[in-house]
Protein backbone atom coordinates (compact mmCIF):
# COMPACT_ATOMS: atom_id res chain seq x y z
CA UNK A 1 0.00 0.00 0.00
CA UNK A 2 2.87 2.31 0.67
CA UNK A 3 4.04 4.08 -2.34
CA UNK A 4 6.49 6.85 -2.14
CA UNK A 5 5.09 9.23 -4.16
CA UNK A 6 2.68 7.43 -6.38
CA UNK A 7 -1.11 8.10 -6.35
CA UNK A 8 -1.97 4.83 -5.46
CA UNK A 9 -3.27 6.07 -1.86
CA UNK A 10 -0.12 6.95 -0.72
CA UNK A 11 -0.28 10.73 0.06
CA UNK A 12 2.52 12.65 1.53
CA UNK A 13 0.95 15.93 3.18
CA UNK A 14 1.35 18.17 0.79
CA UNK A 15 -0.33 20.84 -0.49
CA UNK A 16 -3.54 21.66 -2.47
CA UNK A 17 -4.77 24.81 -3.25
CA UNK A 18 -8.73 23.64 -2.54
CA UNK A 19 -10.50 24.17 1.16
CA UNK A 20 -12.40 20.87 2.67
CA UNK A 21 -14.49 20.50 6.01
CA UNK A 22 -12.21 18.52 8.81
CA UNK A 23 -13.40 18.40 12.02
CA UNK A 24 -11.24 16.87 14.81
CA UNK A 25 -12.41 16.18 18.03
CA UNK A 26 -11.40 15.10 21.30
CA UNK A 27 -11.74 15.11 24.59
CA UNK A 28 -12.75 18.52 26.36
CA UNK A 29 -11.74 19.72 29.73
CA UNK A 30 -15.23 19.69 31.65
CA UNK A 31 -16.44 16.86 30.39
CA UNK A 32 -16.47 14.22 32.94
CA UNK A 33 -16.55 10.35 32.41
CA UNK A 34 -19.75 8.67 34.08
CA UNK A 35 -19.15 6.39 36.70
CA UNK A 36 -21.33 3.43 38.47
CA UNK A 37 -19.17 3.16 41.61
CA UNK A 38 -19.76 5.37 44.27
CA UNK A 39 -16.87 7.59 45.22
CA UNK A 40 -15.71 6.46 48.61
CA UNK A 41 -13.39 8.47 51.09
CA UNK A 42 -10.28 7.07 50.00
CA UNK A 43 -10.68 8.00 46.58
CA UNK A 44 -9.21 10.94 45.34
CA UNK A 45 -10.90 12.84 42.59
CA UNK A 46 -8.83 14.71 39.83
CA UNK A 47 -9.60 17.77 37.87
CA UNK A 48 -9.94 17.62 34.04
CA UNK A 49 -6.89 19.68 33.74
CA UNK A 50 -5.28 16.36 35.29
CA UNK A 51 -7.20 13.95 33.01
CA UNK A 52 -6.53 16.16 29.68
CA UNK A 53 -3.41 17.79 28.38
CA UNK A 54 -3.94 21.05 27.92
CA UNK A 55 -1.55 22.63 24.98
CA UNK A 56 -2.37 26.16 25.28
CA UNK A 57 0.63 26.93 26.24
CA UNK A 58 2.49 25.29 23.38
CA UNK A 59 -0.09 27.24 20.95
CA UNK A 60 0.87 30.50 23.16
CA UNK A 61 4.55 29.89 23.10
CA UNK A 62 5.36 28.18 19.62
CA UNK A 63 2.45 29.33 17.74
CA UNK A 64 4.53 32.68 16.15
CA UNK A 65 6.77 30.44 15.22
CA UNK A 66 5.08 28.07 12.45
CA UNK A 67 4.86 29.72 9.44
CA UNK A 68 2.63 29.71 5.88
CA UNK A 69 5.12 28.86 3.23
CA UNK A 70 3.50 29.48 -0.61
CA UNK A 71 4.98 28.34 -3.85
CA UNK A 72 4.32 29.02 -7.02
CA UNK A 73 5.68 26.67 -10.07
CA UNK A 74 6.14 27.21 -13.66
CA UNK A 75 5.82 24.49 -16.31
CA UNK A 76 6.03 24.23 -19.88
CA UNK A 77 2.82 22.35 -21.41
CA UNK A 78 3.36 20.42 -24.38
CA UNK A 79 1.13 18.94 -26.88
CA UNK A 80 -1.62 16.46 -25.88
CA UNK A 81 -0.10 13.71 -24.18
CA UNK A 82 3.43 14.92 -23.46
CA UNK A 83 2.76 17.32 -21.22
CA UNK A 84 4.11 17.87 -17.22
CA UNK A 85 2.84 15.08 -15.29
CA UNK A 86 2.74 11.96 -18.21
CA UNK A 87 6.93 11.02 -17.44
CA UNK A 88 7.76 10.19 -14.17
CA UNK A 89 10.85 11.92 -14.34
CA UNK A 90 9.19 15.02 -14.31
CA UNK A 91 9.93 16.92 -11.35
CA UNK A 92 5.95 18.61 -11.38
CA UNK A 93 4.80 14.87 -11.79
CA UNK A 94 6.21 13.97 -8.45
CA UNK A 95 4.92 17.34 -6.78
CA UNK A 96 1.85 16.53 -7.77
CA UNK A 97 2.26 12.60 -6.56
CA UNK A 98 2.53 13.70 -3.47
CA UNK A 99 -0.86 16.14 -3.45
CA UNK A 100 -2.30 12.64 -4.57
CA UNK A 101 -3.31 14.58 -7.75
CA UNK A 102 -3.35 14.33 -11.96
CA UNK A 103 -0.76 16.18 -13.29
CA UNK A 104 -1.81 18.96 -16.53
CA UNK A 105 -2.64 17.39 -20.03
CA UNK A 106 -1.11 19.14 -22.88
CA UNK A 107 -3.39 21.38 -24.64
CA UNK A 108 -1.25 21.22 -28.11
CA UNK A 109 2.02 22.78 -28.96
CA UNK A 110 1.41 26.37 -28.66
CA UNK A 111 -0.21 26.03 -24.85
CA UNK A 112 1.28 28.66 -22.66
CA UNK A 113 2.84 27.68 -19.58
CA UNK A 114 1.33 26.35 -16.65
CA UNK A 115 1.41 27.94 -13.08
CA UNK A 116 0.98 25.56 -10.10
CA UNK A 117 0.59 27.34 -6.46
CA UNK A 118 0.61 25.31 -3.29
CA UNK A 119 1.05 25.83 0.04
CA UNK A 120 3.05 23.98 2.93
CA UNK A 121 3.83 24.48 6.74
CA UNK A 122 7.83 25.38 8.01
CA UNK A 123 8.85 26.61 11.45
CA UNK A 124 11.86 29.07 12.35
CA UNK A 125 14.51 27.71 13.90
CA UNK A 126 16.45 30.64 14.49
CA UNK A 127 16.17 34.68 15.21
CA UNK A 128 17.86 35.58 11.81
CA UNK A 129 15.26 33.82 9.97
CA UNK A 130 16.79 30.24 9.16
CA UNK A 131 13.09 28.42 8.51
CA UNK A 132 12.93 24.26 7.82
CA UNK A 133 10.22 22.51 5.44
CA UNK A 134 9.76 19.62 3.76
CA UNK A 135 11.77 19.46 0.22
CA UNK A 136 8.65 18.41 -1.65
CA UNK A 137 6.64 21.64 -0.78
CA UNK A 138 9.54 24.07 -2.07
CA UNK A 139 11.05 21.54 -4.88
CA UNK A 140 11.21 23.39 -8.31
CA UNK A 141 9.60 26.47 -6.66
CA UNK A 142 10.02 29.49 -8.96
CA UNK A 143 8.83 31.69 -6.06
CA UNK A 144 8.60 30.82 -2.71
CA UNK A 145 6.82 33.06 0.30
CA UNK A 146 6.90 32.88 4.10
CA UNK A 147 3.63 34.56 6.23
CA UNK A 148 4.26 34.92 9.45
CA UNK A 149 1.68 34.87 11.95
CA UNK A 150 1.40 38.74 12.16
CA UNK A 151 0.88 38.76 8.37
CA UNK A 152 4.41 39.61 7.50
CA UNK A 153 5.17 38.20 4.40
CA UNK A 154 8.51 37.62 3.03
CA UNK A 155 10.14 36.20 0.05
CA UNK A 156 12.31 32.96 0.80
CA UNK A 157 15.65 31.55 -0.41
CA UNK A 158 16.49 28.38 -0.50
CA UNK A 159 19.93 27.66 1.17
CA UNK A 160 19.86 23.58 0.27
CA UNK A 161 17.28 20.68 -0.46
CA UNK A 162 17.85 16.85 0.46
CA UNK A 163 15.55 14.66 -1.32
CA UNK A 164 16.53 11.49 0.23
CA UNK A 165 14.93 12.64 3.86
CA UNK A 166 12.75 15.25 2.23
CA UNK A 167 13.73 18.24 4.21
CA UNK A 168 14.71 21.76 2.44
CA UNK A 169 16.32 24.97 4.66
CA UNK A 170 14.80 28.08 3.60
CA UNK A 171 16.53 31.79 4.85
CA UNK A 172 13.99 35.21 4.82
CA UNK A 173 15.62 38.43 5.17
CA UNK A 174 14.28 39.37 8.80
CA UNK A 175 15.15 39.86 12.54
CA UNK A 176 14.58 39.14 15.81
CA UNK A 177 12.17 36.25 15.43
CA UNK A 178 10.43 33.92 17.74
CA UNK A 179 12.27 30.57 17.23
CA UNK A 180 11.28 26.85 18.48
CA UNK A 181 12.56 24.84 21.17
CA UNK A 182 14.44 21.64 19.60
CA UNK A 183 14.47 19.01 21.14
CA UNK A 184 15.21 14.98 21.54
CA UNK A 185 13.14 12.43 19.26
CA UNK A 186 15.30 9.70 20.90
CA UNK A 187 13.46 10.96 23.95
CA UNK A 188 10.18 10.18 22.81
CA UNK A 189 8.35 7.37 24.33
CA UNK A 190 5.44 5.37 22.53
CA UNK A 191 2.34 6.11 24.00
CA UNK A 192 3.39 10.06 24.10
CA UNK A 193 1.11 13.12 23.88
CA UNK A 194 2.37 15.06 20.91
CA UNK A 195 1.04 18.37 18.42
CA UNK A 196 1.42 19.57 15.45
CA UNK A 197 0.96 23.07 13.93
CA UNK A 198 0.78 23.86 10.34
CA UNK A 199 -1.34 25.13 7.70
CA UNK A 200 -3.96 22.05 6.69
CA UNK A 201 -6.37 22.66 3.46
CA UNK A 202 -4.37 26.57 4.11
CA UNK A 203 -6.34 26.78 7.55
CA UNK A 204 -3.42 28.71 9.10
CA UNK A 205 -1.90 28.13 12.53
CA UNK A 206 -4.36 24.86 12.57
CA UNK A 207 -3.06 22.61 16.04
CA UNK A 208 -4.08 18.81 16.08
CA UNK A 209 -3.32 16.40 18.69
CA UNK A 210 -2.74 12.96 19.35
CA UNK A 211 -0.32 9.78 20.53
CA UNK A 212 3.06 8.79 19.45
CA UNK A 213 1.86 5.59 17.87
CA UNK A 214 5.35 3.92 16.90
CA UNK A 215 9.12 4.79 16.46
CA UNK A 216 11.95 4.53 14.13
CA UNK A 217 9.54 3.23 11.36
CA UNK A 218 10.79 2.28 8.18
CA UNK A 219 8.41 3.07 5.04
CA UNK A 220 8.90 1.81 1.52
CA UNK A 221 11.81 3.82 -0.13
CA UNK A 222 12.51 6.08 2.83
CA UNK A 223 15.60 4.28 3.73
CA UNK A 224 17.25 6.98 5.90
CA UNK A 225 14.27 7.82 7.77
CA UNK A 226 13.07 6.04 11.04
CA UNK A 227 9.73 7.91 10.91
CA UNK A 228 8.13 8.25 14.13
CA UNK A 229 4.52 7.56 13.51
CA UNK A 230 1.47 9.38 15.24
CA UNK A 231 -2.51 9.58 15.01
CA UNK A 232 -1.87 13.34 15.19
CA UNK A 233 -4.45 14.62 12.57
CA UNK A 234 -2.22 15.77 9.11
CA UNK A 235 -3.10 16.15 6.29
CA UNK A 236 -2.42 18.22 3.15
CA UNK A 237 -0.78 21.62 3.64
CA UNK A 238 0.74 20.43 6.79
CA UNK A 239 3.48 19.39 4.95
CA UNK A 240 6.59 20.69 6.85
CA UNK A 241 5.21 22.29 10.01
CA UNK A 242 6.68 21.13 13.29
CA UNK A 243 5.65 18.22 15.88
CA UNK A 244 5.87 19.44 19.49
CA UNK A 245 5.68 17.29 22.30
CA UNK A 246 4.30 18.38 25.95
CA UNK A 247 7.28 20.32 26.87
CA UNK A 248 6.77 22.38 23.97
CA UNK A 249 9.92 21.16 22.39
CA UNK A 250 10.09 20.12 18.01
CA UNK A 251 10.74 16.39 18.18
CA UNK A 252 9.76 16.09 14.87
CA UNK A 253 8.62 17.73 11.31
CA UNK A 254 5.65 16.51 9.77
CA UNK A 255 5.90 14.66 6.12
CA UNK A 256 3.29 11.66 5.12
CA UNK A 257 0.30 10.21 5.95
CA UNK A 258 -1.02 6.98 4.68
CA UNK A 259 -4.63 7.52 3.56
CA UNK A 260 -7.11 5.83 0.73
CA UNK A 261 -9.21 8.93 0.69
CA UNK A 262 -6.24 11.79 -0.09
CA UNK A 263 -7.25 13.15 3.84
CA UNK A 264 -6.06 11.66 7.43
CA UNK A 265 -7.17 8.41 8.21
CA UNK A 266 -5.10 8.02 11.57
CA UNK A 267 -1.25 7.09 10.45
CA UNK A 268 0.65 9.79 9.99
CA UNK A 269 4.52 10.29 9.77
CA UNK A 270 7.25 12.65 11.40
CA UNK A 271 10.89 12.89 10.23
CA UNK A 272 12.32 12.89 14.03
CA UNK A 273 13.83 16.33 14.37
CA UNK A 274 17.60 15.20 15.12
CA UNK A 275 17.70 13.66 11.34
CA UNK A 276 16.64 17.77 10.10
CA UNK A 277 18.55 19.44 12.40
CA UNK A 278 21.98 17.20 11.09
CA UNK A 279 20.26 17.75 7.26
CA UNK A 280 20.25 21.42 7.89
CA UNK A 281 23.56 21.37 9.10
CA UNK A 282 25.22 19.83 6.77
CA UNK A 283 23.33 21.75 4.20
CA UNK A 284 24.30 24.86 5.60
CA UNK A 285 27.83 24.28 5.91
CA UNK A 286 28.55 22.06 3.08
CA UNK A 287 25.75 22.82 0.63
CA UNK A 288 25.07 18.79 0.20
CA UNK A 289 24.54 16.07 2.95
CA UNK A 290 27.35 13.34 2.53
CA UNK A 291 26.14 10.21 4.02
CA UNK A 292 27.92 7.06 4.81
CA UNK A 293 27.44 3.58 2.53
CA UNK A 294 29.23 0.35 3.23
CA UNK A 295 27.62 -1.27 0.13
CA UNK A 296 24.67 -4.08 1.48
CA UNK A 297 21.20 -5.04 0.67
CA UNK A 298 19.69 -5.58 3.62
CA UNK A 299 15.99 -7.19 4.81
CA UNK A 300 14.02 -7.32 8.19
CA UNK A 301 14.35 -10.86 10.00
CA UNK A 302 10.93 -12.35 10.79
CA UNK A 303 11.07 -15.97 12.94
CA UNK A 304 11.08 -17.83 10.08
CA UNK A 305 14.66 -16.34 8.92
CA UNK A 306 15.30 -16.21 12.44
CA UNK A 307 15.31 -19.73 12.81
CA UNK A 308 16.60 -20.31 9.24
CA UNK A 309 19.74 -18.89 10.87
CA UNK A 310 19.75 -19.69 14.21
CA UNK A 311 18.89 -16.82 16.09
CA UNK A 312 17.84 -17.16 19.22
CA UNK A 313 14.82 -14.25 18.10
CA UNK A 314 14.11 -12.27 15.19
CA UNK A 315 16.63 -9.28 15.17
CA UNK A 316 18.93 -7.10 13.60
CA UNK A 317 18.88 -7.07 9.87
CA UNK A 318 19.91 -9.73 7.33
CA UNK A 319 22.20 -8.86 5.00
CA UNK A 320 20.75 -10.08 1.19
CA UNK A 321 23.37 -8.87 -1.31
CA UNK A 322 26.92 -7.68 -0.90
CA UNK A 323 28.09 -5.14 -4.26
CA UNK A 324 31.61 -6.43 -5.15
CA UNK A 325 34.27 -3.97 -4.38
CA UNK A 326 32.05 -2.54 -2.06
CA UNK A 327 33.53 -1.77 1.88
CA UNK A 328 31.32 -4.58 3.49
CA UNK A 329 33.12 -7.45 0.60
CA UNK A 330 36.55 -5.88 1.73
CA UNK A 331 35.59 -6.25 5.44
CA UNK A 332 34.53 -9.78 4.58
CA UNK A 333 30.91 -9.53 4.82
CA UNK A 334 28.81 -11.42 3.00
CA UNK A 335 24.98 -12.27 2.50
CA UNK A 336 22.78 -14.77 4.96
CA UNK A 337 25.24 -12.47 7.88
CA UNK A 338 22.40 -10.25 10.24
CA UNK A 339 23.96 -7.04 11.58
CA UNK A 340 23.08 -7.13 15.28
CA UNK A 341 24.17 -3.40 16.50
CA UNK A 342 26.45 -1.13 14.75
CA UNK A 343 28.89 0.82 16.95
CA UNK A 344 27.62 -0.40 20.35
CA UNK A 345 23.88 0.19 19.37
CA UNK A 346 21.74 -2.69 18.77
CA UNK A 347 18.36 -2.11 16.47
CA UNK A 348 15.24 -3.76 15.66
CA UNK A 349 14.51 -1.82 12.35
CA UNK A 350 16.04 -1.24 8.76
CA UNK A 351 15.35 2.34 9.18
CA UNK A 352 17.68 2.57 12.14
CA UNK A 353 20.86 0.54 10.73
CA UNK A 354 20.42 2.61 7.42
CA UNK A 355 20.13 5.56 9.41
CA UNK A 356 23.51 5.22 11.93
CA UNK A 357 25.55 4.43 8.46
CA UNK A 358 24.58 7.18 6.56
CA UNK A 359 25.25 9.21 9.77
CA UNK A 360 28.95 7.66 9.72
CA UNK A 361 30.83 10.03 8.23
CA UNK A 362 32.75 8.97 5.22
CA UNK A 363 36.06 7.44 5.63
CA UNK A 364 35.17 6.44 8.96
CA UNK A 365 35.02 2.86 10.91
CA UNK A 366 32.00 1.41 12.05
CA UNK A 367 31.99 -1.49 14.25
CA UNK A 368 29.40 -3.87 13.71
CA UNK A 369 28.21 -6.91 15.57
CA UNK A 370 27.59 -9.41 12.80
CA UNK A 371 25.73 -13.08 13.86
CA UNK A 372 27.45 -15.70 11.63
CA UNK A 373 27.14 -19.75 11.75
CA UNK A 374 24.71 -19.61 15.00
CA UNK A 375 27.20 -17.19 16.31
CA UNK A 376 28.27 -13.41 16.93
CA UNK A 377 31.70 -11.99 16.01
CA UNK A 378 33.13 -8.54 15.26
CA UNK A 379 33.52 -6.56 11.92
CA UNK A 380 35.18 -3.27 11.52
CA UNK A 381 33.70 -1.72 8.00
CA UNK A 382 35.64 1.53 6.46
CA UNK A 383 32.83 3.42 5.48
CA UNK A 384 32.62 5.30 1.99
CA UNK A 385 30.55 7.99 0.24
CA UNK A 386 26.48 7.10 -0.77
CA UNK A 387 26.15 6.29 -4.30
CA UNK A 388 22.78 5.37 -6.27
CA UNK A 389 23.00 2.19 -7.33
CA UNK A 390 20.61 0.05 -10.23
CA UNK A 391 20.85 -3.56 -11.36
CA UNK A 392 18.52 -5.01 -13.83
CA UNK A 393 17.71 -8.67 -14.12
CA UNK A 394 15.96 -10.83 -17.07
CA UNK A 395 15.25 -14.39 -17.65
CA UNK A 396 15.21 -17.17 -20.25
CA UNK A 397 15.94 -21.04 -21.49
CA UNK A 398 15.75 -24.31 -20.12
CA UNK A 399 14.77 -26.17 -17.48
CA UNK A 400 15.40 -28.19 -14.42
CA UNK A 401 12.77 -28.92 -11.25
CA UNK A 402 13.04 -29.09 -7.54
CA UNK A 403 9.62 -30.62 -6.84
CA UNK A 404 10.23 -30.55 -2.85
CA UNK A 405 10.30 -26.67 -3.23
CA UNK A 406 7.80 -26.18 -5.53
CA UNK A 407 10.35 -24.39 -8.16
CA UNK A 408 11.46 -24.89 -11.85
CA UNK A 409 14.42 -23.68 -12.37
CA UNK A 410 17.38 -23.55 -14.69
CA UNK A 411 21.33 -22.75 -14.67
CA UNK A 412 22.42 -19.65 -16.16
CA UNK A 413 24.66 -19.07 -18.67
CA UNK A 414 28.38 -17.26 -18.13
CA UNK A 415 27.21 -14.61 -20.73
CA UNK A 416 23.78 -14.41 -19.02
CA UNK A 417 25.15 -13.64 -15.63
CA UNK A 418 27.66 -11.00 -16.97
CA UNK A 419 24.43 -9.42 -19.03
CA UNK A 420 22.45 -9.59 -15.31
CA UNK A 421 25.24 -8.40 -13.44
CA UNK A 422 24.87 -11.36 -10.86
CA UNK A 423 26.92 -13.94 -9.18
CA UNK A 424 23.51 -16.06 -9.19
CA UNK A 425 23.53 -19.36 -10.96
CA UNK A 426 19.46 -20.31 -11.33
CA UNK A 427 16.80 -18.47 -12.79
CA UNK A 428 12.87 -19.59 -11.49
CA UNK A 429 10.78 -20.81 -14.69
CA UNK A 430 7.66 -21.35 -12.47
CA UNK A 431 7.01 -21.38 -8.98
CA UNK A 432 4.17 -23.27 -7.11
CA UNK A 433 3.62 -25.26 -3.67
CA UNK A 434 5.94 -23.91 -1.48
CA UNK A 435 7.55 -21.47 -2.95
CA UNK A 436 4.62 -20.11 -4.69
CA UNK A 437 2.91 -19.19 -0.79
CA UNK A 438 6.37 -17.87 0.13
CA UNK A 439 5.87 -15.54 -3.25
CA UNK A 440 8.77 -16.35 -5.01
CA UNK A 441 7.78 -15.69 -8.74
CA UNK A 442 9.11 -16.64 -12.26
CA UNK A 443 12.62 -14.62 -12.96
CA UNK A 444 13.61 -14.73 -9.75
CA UNK A 445 17.15 -15.39 -9.83
CA UNK A 446 18.19 -17.41 -7.23
CA UNK A 447 21.57 -16.44 -5.18
CA UNK A 448 21.88 -18.78 -2.26
CA UNK A 449 20.20 -21.51 0.02
CA UNK A 450 20.63 -20.16 3.47
CA UNK A 451 24.18 -18.65 3.00
CA UNK A 452 25.35 -21.11 0.45
CA UNK A 453 25.77 -19.43 -2.89
CA UNK A 454 24.08 -21.83 -5.88
CA UNK A 455 25.21 -22.22 -8.86
CA UNK A 456 23.48 -25.24 -10.09
CA UNK A 457 20.56 -27.55 -11.10
CA UNK A 458 22.40 -30.30 -9.27
CA UNK A 459 23.40 -28.48 -6.12
CA UNK A 460 19.96 -27.24 -4.96
CA UNK A 461 18.76 -30.93 -4.96
CA UNK A 462 20.97 -32.07 -3.10
CA UNK A 463 20.70 -29.13 -0.33
CA UNK A 464 17.14 -30.21 -0.70
CA UNK A 465 18.07 -33.70 0.42
CA UNK A 466 19.27 -32.63 3.66
CA UNK A 467 16.43 -30.60 5.06
CA UNK A 468 12.45 -30.85 5.89
CA UNK A 469 12.17 -27.75 7.20
CA UNK A 470 12.08 -23.46 6.83
CA UNK A 471 15.23 -22.34 4.75
CA UNK A 472 15.60 -19.29 3.19
CA UNK A 473 16.46 -18.69 -0.35
CA UNK A 474 18.14 -15.10 -0.96
CA UNK A 475 16.72 -13.97 -4.66
CA UNK A 476 17.51 -11.55 -6.57
CA UNK A 477 14.11 -9.60 -8.06
CA UNK A 478 14.76 -6.36 -10.57
CA UNK A 479 17.06 -3.62 -8.44
CA UNK A 480 16.83 -5.86 -4.92
CA UNK A 481 17.73 -8.53 -2.97
CA UNK A 482 15.86 -9.97 -0.27
CA UNK A 483 15.67 -13.72 1.56
CA UNK A 484 12.55 -15.71 1.58
CA UNK A 485 11.63 -18.05 3.81
CA UNK A 486 10.02 -20.65 2.81
CA UNK A 487 8.68 -23.78 4.76
CA UNK A 488 9.53 -26.73 3.09
CA UNK A 489 8.59 -29.22 6.09
Do not use: C
Not at 380 to 401: C, F, Y
Request: proline share 6%; hydrophobic share 40%.
Amino acid sequence: MFSRLTAKKMLVTAVIPAVFGVYYAFALPGHTTANAAPQTSTQTSKSPAQRFPDFTRIVEENGPSVVNVSVSRTTPVAAQGQGPGNSQDDPLQEFLRRFGQQGPQGRGPQAEPEIQRGLGSGFIISADGIILTNAHVVAEATEITVKLTDRREFDAKVLGIDKRTDIAVLKIDAKNLPAVKIGHASDLRVGEWVAAIGSPFGFENTITSGIVSAKARALPDENYVPFIQTDVAVNPGNSGGPLFNMDGEVVGMNSQIFSRTGGFMGLSFAIPIDVAMQVKDDLITNGKVTRGRIGVQIQDVNQALANSFGLPKPQGALISGVEPGSPAEKAGLKSGDVVLSVNGKEFNQLSELSGAIAATKPGNTAHLQVWRDSKSRDVDVKVAELMDQKVAVKSAGDEQTSAKLGLTVRELAPDERAQLKTEGGLVVQNASGAAARAGIQAGDVILAFNDTPLKSVEQLKNLMKKTDKTIALLIQRDANRMYVPVQVG
